[in-house]
């Protein structure tokens, strides 16, 4: 049984270091973002069209797909979407995810998103949803941690992307 825990431990760190290296932000404090912060949710895009095509071309390219559910009037989702526009971390999150942005509206639109991947409640926005090419929900349990993104560094903002990608 010891040898069967110890292996179990050995998988999660290889697994664990498998992760890419997130990169190294360029800007120390979410107030060296430039303004105005993005706004990258569109409410008349067709979310479930998105998310298929999304994830297709993660599919095909061996990546992953980032869902990032949030609204146009949350400060923490528009702080993220500034910081995955530096270009450190664009390139970064270019190399290893397919981004499909959908807007919930105020947590009450485009929730069958989420469900399908058996998610039962949106706690928060940003909500994000780490999809695996097979369509399998990485991240379970963990997509609202940027739901309070303001107080957060840039760097661990990015740390948090670079988690899921091994």
């Keep these: 049984m010891r040898a069967g825990l110890i292996g179990l431990a050995l998988a999660a760190l290889a697994g664990a270091a498998l992760a890419a ?3 190294h932000v360029s800007i120390a404090t979410l107030a060296q973002l430039s303004t ?18 999304g ?6 390219s061996d990546k992953l797909l980032l ?9 923490d ?5 500034g910081v995955m526009r530096l270009p450190e971390v664009a390139a970064f999150v270019d190399a290893h995810y397919v981004v499909v942005t959908v807007d919930v509206g105020r ?24 999809v695996d090419a097979h369509g399998r929900l990485k991240d379970a ?11 957060m560094t840039p760097q661990a ?4 992307l670079a988690r899921w990608t091994d």
């Design 107 to 130: 947590i009450d639109r485009n929730l069958d998103i989420p469900a399908h991947y058996g998610v039962k409640k949106v706690e928060g926005v940003p909500a994000l949803l780490v």
């Design 55 to 60: 994830l297709a071309k993660a599919h095909a």
């Design 67 to 75: 869902v990032d559910l949030g609204g146009n009037w949350c400060g």
């Design 157 to 160: 903002l990015v740390d948090w």
């Design 77 to 81: 989702c528009r702080v993220l979407a």
């Design 141 to 151: 349990g963990h997509i609202a941690a940027l739901a309070d993104a303001r107080p």
């Design 36 to 53: 105005p912060l993005p706004v990258p949710y569109d409410p008349t895009r067709d979310a479930k069209a998105d998310i298929a095509a």
């Design 21 to 23: 290296p997130a990169p």
